[in-house]
């Protein structure tokens, strides 16, 4: 019998400034709560929503809000949809 597998998940990368943010966030409610954000990005990386750009130049910017939890991530996914790149971080 064949293993089910589910849905293939996009590799998470963060830029430098996030991963600045990322070295804030110390409570494990925070960490949780950024996680859970995470994932939900990493299995459908459309699930943002697309922030208007003034150009066309660079990488087309998302923004995932959980407002149960109260995480805001600001990111863009590469061509191939195998990385999504973190811009920002706001838990």
Do not use: C, W
Not at 23 to 37: C, P
Not at 47 to 54: H, K, N, T
Not at 70 to 82: G, N, W
């Amino acid at each position: 019998m064949a293993a089910q597998y589910g849905p293939r998940r996009a590799r998470i990368a963060f830029t430098d400034s996030a991963a600045k943010q990322l070295e804030n966030v110390t409570g494990e409610a925070e960490i949780h709560a950024l996680d859970r954000a995470l994932v939900v990005i990493s299995v459908d990386p459309d699930v943002g929503e697309p922030i208007p750009a003034a150009g066309t130049t660079g990488p087309r910017l998302r923004q995932y809000t959980d407002e149960i939890e109260s995480v805001r991530v600001l990111y863009f996914v590469t061509a191939l949809r195998t990385v999504v790149v973190v811009a920002y971080i706001e838990v």
